[in-house]
C-alpha cells in the first residue's frame, strides 16, 4: 500500500475511497492540486457534501454508492464524466472510473478533463456557427486546394461540400482555368508573400452549379498550419443594385449634357448675332448723332447688354447646378483685379450721385492664385447690386487677409451699402433662384433674381463663405471669405499692355477667318479705324491659302467654321506652309468658354485666344501684344531709331543678354543655338503632350529637367518658377490637378518665345 501511494502522489489523479458509511477514508496527495481540498481535511467527510453542485446530485450518488457496497447493486466499470466543486468555488469536469476493491471499500479515481472539455465545447459552438452561417467558409492549403467547407457552400452555389472539395473548386467555379489559376497565384501571393497584385481577389464572379453567376465578396486569412481561410459573401444583389445605380446615374447624366449642350449651343446663336447688335451700336455712337438718337442708341446697348448678361447668366446656372463649370487656378493681380471691377462700377455710381470706393487694407497680397474671372463675375454682382439698391450716401468695399497659412491667404471681402436694405423676414431668400426682395423689385430696379444665387453658388465652387446683415431703410453689408492661394511675382508687364489706350493706330496686316458677315463686317469696320488693312477669309481653307500668298502681321481665327475649322487650319499655317507663316501669331476667337477648347487652340499651335463678344480694350491689347512691334513703331514714332531697341521691344519674354555675352556677340553660334533651341521646345512640347495622355510621369520629369537649364540660358524668367512647379510634381507625383492649368500656361509662354525667337533669328538674319 505505501509504494501504491508514493505512485498516487506523483500522478495527477483523484483518487478517493469511501467506506461502507459513505465516509471518506483515503484521499491522494495530487487531489489538493486539482480541487484545492487538502486530504486531511476531506478524511472522515461526506464526500458528496463537499464537492457536488448540487445536494440532490450528492445525496443520489450516496445511494448508489451504499448500494453497490451492500450488494444491491452491479458497479459499472465505464467511465463517466461528473463536474465538481473546487475549495476555491471553481467548477472542473472530471472524468470518474469506479471500482469495488476486496474490503468493502468503494474507490473513484477522477482524471481532470476541463481543458479539454472547453476545447470540446468551443468545437461544439464553432461548428454550430459554421453550419448556421449564410457565407462559405474555406480552410485551403498552400496549393488552394479546398480541405474543409461549411454547408453554406450549398446554398449559395448549389454545390454539396464534398463536389467542391481539393482542386474540384477551381475547376467547376471558373469558366476559365486561366483565370482560376490567377486567382489562385494571387491569393497565394497575397496570403504567403503580403503582395497585393492587380487583381482583385476580393470581389469575383463565379459559376453556380446551376450554370448561373454570382458576385462573391472574399475575406482572405492565414490560417494554422500553413492553411488559409477563405470567408465568402453573396454580393449579386449588391452588384446589380449598383449596377442599376450607375445606370441611372448614366442616364441622368447624359440627359443633363444633352440639356447643357442645348443651353451652350442657344447660348451661342444668340451670342452671335447680339454680339452683332451690340458692336454696330457701339461703331454707330461713334459716329455724329442727334441727341435723341444717341438716346435710343444708347438705350438699344443697354439692352443688349442686359440680354448678354442674362443669356450668360442662365448658362453659368445651368453649368453650377450640373456642377460642370471649370475653375481656374491661375496666378493673378488681387489689387488689379478688385480694382477693375470696381471701376466698372464707378460711372453708374456717379451717374447715381452715390460714391464707390475700395479700401485695400495693407496686408493684402498683390499676386494670388485662383480664378480670377469667378472672383470678378461675384464682385460685379454684389458691387452691381450695391450700387443699384443704393439711391444716396456711399458703397464701400473694403478688403484684408482675416487669416494666413503658409500656403493660403483667407481674403475678407466686405460690401457695404447706405441702400434700400432687405426686409429681415426676406433675407433668407435673396441667394434663392429668381428671388427678389421685393415684388416690385424687377419693375423699379431691373434685374431677375438670378445674381445672387449664381454668386452663392461660385463662391461655394470656390470653397468660400457669402453672408448677408440688412436693415430695411438703412443699408446691407454682403460679407465674403475666399480662400486664395499664394502666388510670386510674375507676369506684371502684360498686365500693364492691357490698360494701354485703344486710340492708338496700329497699322497691321490683319488676316480676319471668320464665317459670319455680320461678324466679318463689325471686325473690319473696328479693326480699320486702328488703320488695319483686313482681309477676309470665309473658312480655314481659304484663310490657309490667304496665308500662302501673303504674310500678315497676325490672324485672327473663328474656331467654328464650315468646311474648315479653326483648329484645321492652325495646323496647317503652323506646320506645313512655310518657316514664316508658321511664326505669325494666331488668335482663336471662340464663343464657347469652355477650358477644353482653349486648351486644344493652344494646343494646335494657336498664340492667345479672345472670346466672343469682344471687348474693344482685350481685341486692342492682344493686336498690340502680338502685332509687329517695329511696324507700331514707324507709324508712332521718329524713324531714326537704330536697330537696338527695337530688338528690345521684341522681347517681353526671353532676355538673351547672357547668350550675347557668352558667344560674345557672335551672330553665327547666337543663330545656331537659338535654331537648337526652337529644336527643343517643339520636342518639350512633343513629349509632354504625349506623355500627359500616358500620365508618364517619370518621363515628364526628364522632359522638364533637360529644357530647365536652357530657359534660365534664354532668359525666359516668366517660364522659370512653372517649369521649376511643373518638375516637382512629377517627381514627386504630387499635385497632379495643377498639372493642366501649368501646361496651358507654358504653352502660351513657349508659344511668344518662339515667336521672338524667330523675329530674333529674322533680325540676326538681316544683319
Ligand atoms: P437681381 O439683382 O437681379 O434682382 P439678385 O439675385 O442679385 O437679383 O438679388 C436678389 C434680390 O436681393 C434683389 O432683387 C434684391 O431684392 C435683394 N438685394 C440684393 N442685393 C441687395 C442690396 N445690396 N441691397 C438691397 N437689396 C439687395
Redesign the pocket.
Known amino acids: 500500500m505505501e509504494s501504491a501511494d508514493l505512485l498516487l502522489n506523483d500522478v495527477n489523479l483523484i483518487v478517493i475511497s469511501i467506506d461502507e458509511n459513505g465516509s471518506i477514508n483515503y484521499v491522494s496527495t495530487a487531489t489538493e492540486k486539482i480541487i484545492g481540498y487538502k486530504p486531511k481535511s476531506l478524511l472522515g467527510e461526506q464526500w458528496w457534501k463537499k464537492t457536488f453542485l448540487y445536494e440532490e446530485e450528492g445525496e443520489l450518488f450516496k445511494h448508489k454508492v451504499c448500494k453497490i457496497i451492500s450488494k444491491e447493486i452491479e458497479i459499472s466499470n465505464k467511465p463517466y464524466d461528473r463536474k465538481l466543486q473546487c475549495k476555491d468555488g471553481s467548477v472542473k469536469w472530471i472524468e470518474w472510473r469506479d471500482s469495488l476493491s476486496g474490503n468493502n471499500t468503494f474507490v473513484s479515481v477522477g482524471v481532470d478533463i476541463t481543458e479539454w472539455k472547453m476545447t470540446e465545447e468551443i468545437k461544439t459552438q464553432s461548428d454550430a456557427i459554421l453550419n448556421s452561417i449564410t457565407s462559405m467558409v474555406f480552410v485551403s492549403e498552400k496549393n488552394g486546394n479546398i480541405i474543409y467547407a461549411n454547408p453554406a457552400v450549398q446554398e449559395i452555389l448549389g454545390y454539396s461540400v464534398e463536389e467542391i472539395l481539393g482542386d474540384k473548386w477551381w475547376e467547376l467555379t471558373y469558366d476559365n482555368r486561366d483565370e482560376a489559376l490567377k486567382v489562385k497565384e494571387a491569393t497565394y501571393n497575397y496570403v504567403y508573400n503580403y503582395v497585393k497584385g492587380f487583381l482583385d481577389i476580393f470581389k469575383r464572379k463565379i459559376k453556380t452549379k446551376n450554370g448561373d453567376y454570382k458576385w462573391i465578396e472574399w475575406q482572405i486569412s492565414k490560417g494554422i498550419n500553413d492553411t488559409y481561410i477563405s470567408i465568402g459573401t453573396d454580393i449579386t444583389s449588391r452588384i446589380a443594385s449598383e449596377i442599376e445605380l450607375k445606370k441611372a446615374k448614366e442616364t441622368a447624366e447624359k440627359s443633363l449634357k444633352v440639356k447643357n449642350d442645348f443651353l451652350a449651343n442657344m447660348s451661342h446663336e444668340i451670342r452671335t448675332p447680339l454680339n452683332a447688335v451690340i458692336g454696330f451700336t457701339d461703331l454707330l455712337l461713334e459716329s455724329e448723332l442727334k441727341s435723341d438718337q444717341r438716346n435710343h442708341l444708347e438705350t438699344m446697348r443697354n439692352s443688349g447688354e442686359i440680354l448678354l448678361s442674362l443669356i450668360n447668366n442662365v448658362l453659368d446656372l445651368s453649368k453650377l447646378e450640373s456642377d460642370k463649370l471649370e475653375i481656374e487656378d491661375i496666378e493673378f493681380n488681387l489689387h488689379k483685379n478688385l480694382f477693375e471691377v470696381v471701376n466698372l462700377m464707378k460711372l453708374k455710381a456717379e451717374e447715381k450721385g452715390i460714391t464707390l470706393d475700395l479700401v485695400i487694407e495693407e496686408n493684402l497680397p498683390m499676386q494670388v492664385i485662383g480664378d480670377p474671372t469667378r472672383l470678378g463675375q461675384i464682385m460685379l454682382?454684389?458691387i452691381?447690386?450695391?450700387v443699384?439698391?443704393?439711391n444716396e450716401g456711399s458703397v464701400v468695399v473694403r478688403v484684408k487677409v482675416v487669416k494666413k497659412t503658409a500656403k493660403i491667404s483667407n481674403i475678407h471681402i466686405e460690401?457695404k451699402?447706405t441702400?434700400?436694405?432687405?426686409v429681415s423676414n426676406?433675407i433668407n431668400?435673396?441667394?434663392?433662384v429668381f428671388?427678389?426682395?421685393?415684388s416690385d423689385?424687377?419693375r423699379i430696379?431691373?434685374?431677375?433674381?438670378?445674381?445672387?444665387?449664381?454668386?452663392k453658388k461660385l463662391v461655394k465652387l470656390l470653397k468660400g463663405e457669402i453672408q448677408?446683415e440688412?436693415k430695411f431703410g438703412v443699408?446691407?453689408v454682403?460679407t465674403l471669405i475666399l480662400p486664395l492661394k499664394k502666388g510670386g511675382e510674375m507676369a506684371k508687364e502684360e498686365e500693364l499692355q492691357i490698360s494701354t489706350s485703344t486710340s492708338q493706330k496700329l497699322g497691321l496686316n490683319i488676316l480676319l477667318v471668320e464665317d459670319n458677315k455680320t461678324n466679318q463686317l463689325l471686325a473690319k469696320t473696328r479693326l480699320e479705324r486702328w488703320d488695319c488693312n483686313v482681309d477676309i477669309a470665309n473658312n480655314g481653307i481659304e484663310g490657309v491659302k490667304k496665308i500662302q500668298k501673303k504674310l500678315y502681321d497676325i490672324v485672327l481665327m473663328d474656331i467654328q467654321m464650315p468646311v474648315m475649322d479653326g483648329y484645321e487650319a492652325t495646323k496647317i499655317i503652323k506646320n506645313d506652309i512655310s518657316k514664316k507663316a508658321a511664326a505669325i501669331p494666331i488668335i482663336a476667337m471662340t464663343a464657347y468658354t469652355s477650358k477644353n477648347d482653349i486648351k486644344r487652340a493652344l494646343d494646335v499651335g494657336m498664340n492667345d485666344y479672345i472670346f466672343k463678344p469682344f471687348k474693344t480694350e482685350e481685341l486692342y491689347a492682344l493686336l498690340k501684344k502680338y502685332g509687329k512691334p517695329d511696324k507700331e513703331q514707324s507709324i508712332n514714332e521718329v524713324e531714326e531709331l537704330t536697330i537696338k531697341p527695337k530688338i528690345e521691344q521684341v522681347r517681353s519674354n526671353i532676355d538673351l543678354k547672357f547668350l550675347r555675352e557668352e558667344t560674345l556677340n557672335e551672330t553665327s553660334i547666337l543663330k545656331l543655338l537659338i535654331e537648337l533651341f526652337l529644336k527643343d521646345l517643339d520636342e518639350f512640347i512633343g513629349i509632354v503632350d504625349l506623355e500627359l495622355v500616358n500620365k508618364n510621369w517619370s518621363e515628364l520629369y526628364k522632359a522638364t529637367h533637360k529644357i530647365k537649364p536652357s530657359i534660365a540660358m534664354f532668359g525666359i524668367s516668366k517660364f522659370e518658377p512653372i517649369i521649376h512647379v511643373l518638375m516637382n510634381i512629377f517627381r514627386e507625383e504630387k499635385n497632379l490637378e495643377d498639372v493642366e492649368g501649368l501646361i496651358i500656361k507654358s504653352k502660351v509662354i513657349i508659344a511668344n518665345v518662339k515667336n521672338e525667337l524667330l523675329t530674333e533669328l529674322k533680325l540676326l538674319n538681316d544683319e
Open positions: 454682382n454684389l452691381g447690386n450695391a443699384k439698391f443704393t460690401i451699402d441702400g434700400i436694405g432687405i426676406k431668400t435673396v441667394f434663392g428671388t427678389q426682395a421685393k423689385t424687377s430696379y431691373g434685374g431677375t433674381g438670378l445674381g445672387l444665387a449664381i454668386v448677408v440688412s443699408g446691407s454682403f
